[in-house]
């Protein structure tokens, strides 16, 4: 559904740039995992499970990510609240693997715009060296803070766009049973960059035989459900 009131779409715009700002700079509390970014979305839209379904698909691809120093890692946050509003209204089925390609896309945009937003707050830095090297605190103080209005206003954007995106594309959405393989290629996917991303952590020895374990009880609680 598209949004039909701007309560709504002023949600979304927060929510989306809370999850964002979350990544990296502020609070770094775990909201912007795409489970926990994509249930926020679904529930502002009034539907928690359809968020909770395209977040799960898409935590699958951000297990193997992990966001420390210098390395070059996507920000799912603002895409999953754009993928949520694409899938609203269709049936699972059928949007899935769209909204899961969709969300995706923007991880990827949100990742360079990362790049960019490193890339300014060095250059603050460089501008304020001089009290940074005489341990000036209004100095520290100032770059923290600028850093953090350019982060809010990298994840506001990111999440403009990914909701004016979706917004766009929500009506025009096929619903062809083709589309039903789509998901499942999704899924399957997914499941397929986490079991890699795990393995490659696990190594060998224990953590290994851990992560076997571990799976083999989650495999027969899901029988037995």
Do not use: C, K
């Amino acid at each position: 559904m598209i949004p039909s009131s701007a309560g709504t779409v002023a949600g979304l715009l927060l929510w989306g740039t809370v999850v964002g700002v979350d990544l990296v700079s502020f609070p770094q509390g775990l909201l912007s995992r795409p489970l926990v970014a994509g249930a926020g979305a679904g529930l502002i839209l009034g539907d928690a499970a359809l968020g909770l379904q395209v977040g799960l698909v898409l935590e699958l691809f951000a297990l193997d990510v992990l966001p420390v120093g210098a390395a070059r890692y996507p920000d799912y946050g603002p895409g999953v609240v754009g993928a949520v509003l694409l899938a609203s209204g269709h049936d699972m089925e059928h949007s899935l693997g769209l909204a899961t390609l969709f969300g995706l896309g923007f991880s990827m945009l949100g990742g360079w715009s990362l790049q960019l937003l490193r890339q300014a707050n060095g250059r603050t830095i460089q501008r304020y060296a001089a009290g940074l090297a005489a341990g000036d605190a209004a100095t520290v103080a100032a770059i923290q803070y600028r850093g953090l209005a350019r982060d809010s206003l990298r994840s506001l954007l990111l999440t403009a766009g990914a909701i004016g995106a979706a917004a766009f594309l929500q009506p025009r959405l096929p619903e062809s049973e083709r589309f039903v393989l789509v998901s499942a290629v999704a899924i399957g996917s997914g499941v397929a960059a986490a079991l890699g991303g795990a393995l490659r952590n696990a190594g060998h020895g224990a953590r290994l035989r851990w992560l076997g374990a571990g799976a083999g009880v989650g495999l027969l609680l899901a029988v037995l459900w």
